[in-house]
T-cell receptor, first 113, second 114 residues
C-alpha cells in the first residue's frame, strides 16, 4: 500500500485559512486521495476525496499537485470545531481493494481563538 | 438521520467473560468493518464484511469473531477477552468497499478488560 506522510501537528487561528499538507510520493495511478478527520471523543469523519483535479465541498477544498505526489487539504475559515486529527489516506480503485482504510498518525490541528 | 450506532459506549469487564459489541447502520450499506484504535498504533482493521454472510479478516483478527446475519447489523464478539484487547473500537459502514465510497463511523466503544 502506498504510504502518506503528514506533519504531526499544526496550529491555526480561528477564522483564518488552514493548509494541511500530505506527501504521497509512491502514489499509483489508481489511488484516490481521501481525507478524514477525527474530532475528540468521536469516530473518524469523511471530509473529501479526489483523483487528479482540485475538489471543493461544503467542508473543505482539496488541492492535488500536478504530479499527484502531494496534496493539501484547505479549510477556508477555521473554527474551534475544526480542531481534530486529520488523516490523509490513499484508496486503490483496483479490484483487490478490501475497503480497508489505512490510517497513519495524521496531523493534529489546534485552533486558537 | 443517517448513522452508525454502537453499543455499549463504555464497558469495563474482566478477563474471560464473553462480551458482544453491537453495531447497527440505517443506511442500507453493504460494507461494514471494525477497527481498534490504540495510542501510537493508530486505527487498525479487525474484520470486515462485504455483504450479508460474507466476512473476512482484517489486519488484527486474533481473539475476535464477527457475524453478518442481517444487512444492518455487524456485531463484534470477544469470546474470551484478555487485557490486550483493552482499546477503543469503531464500527464503520459504506455503500460498498469501493474506493469512491465514503465510510461512516460510529462514535466508538471504549473497552477495558481487567
Amino acid at each position: 500500500d502506498a504510504k502518506t506522510t503528514q506533519p504531526n501537528s499544526m496550529e491555526s487561528n480561528e477564522e483564518e485559512p488552514v493548509h494541511l499538507p500530505c506527501n504521497h510520493s509512491t502514489i499509483s495511478g489508481t489511488d484516490y486521495i481521501h481525507w478524514y478527520r477525527q474530532l475528540p471523543s468521536q469516530g473518524p469523519e469523511y471530509v473529501i476525496h479526489g483523483l487528479t483535479s482540485n475538489v471543493n465541498n461544503r467542508m473543505a477544498s482539496l488541492a492535488i499537485a500536478e504530479d499527484r505526489k502531494s496534496s493539501t487539504l484547505i479549510l477556508h475559515r477555521a473554527t474551534l470545531r475544526d480542531a481534530a486529527v486529520y488523516y490523509c489516506i490513499l484508496r486503490d480503485l483496483g479490484s483487490g481493494n478490501t475497503g480497508k482504510l489505512i490510517f497513519g498518525q495524521g496531523t493534529t490541528l489546534q485552533v486558537k481563538p | 438521520e443517517a448513522q452508525v450506532t454502537q453499543n455499549p459506549r463504555y464497558l469495563i469487564t474482566v478477563t474471560g467473560k464473553k462480551l458482544t459489541v453491537t453495531c447497527s447502520q440505517n443506511m442500507n450499506h453493504e460494507y461494514m468493518s471494525w477497527y481498534r484504535q490504540d495510542p501510537g498504533l493508530g486505527l487498525r482493521q479487525i474484520y470486515y464484511s462485504m455483504n450479508v454472510e460474507v466476512t473476512d479478516k482484517g489486519d488484527v483478527p486474533e481473539g475476535y469473531k464477527v457475524s453478518r446475519k442481517e444487512k444492518r447489523n455487524f456485531p463484534l464478539i470477544l469470546e474470551s477477552p484478555s487485557p490486550n484487547q483493552t482499546s477503543l473500537y469503531f464500527c464503520a459502514s459504506s455503500l460498498s468497499r469501493g474506493a469512491l465510497q465514503p465510510q461512516h463511523f460510529g462514535d466508538g466503544t471504549r473497552l477495558s478488560i481487567l
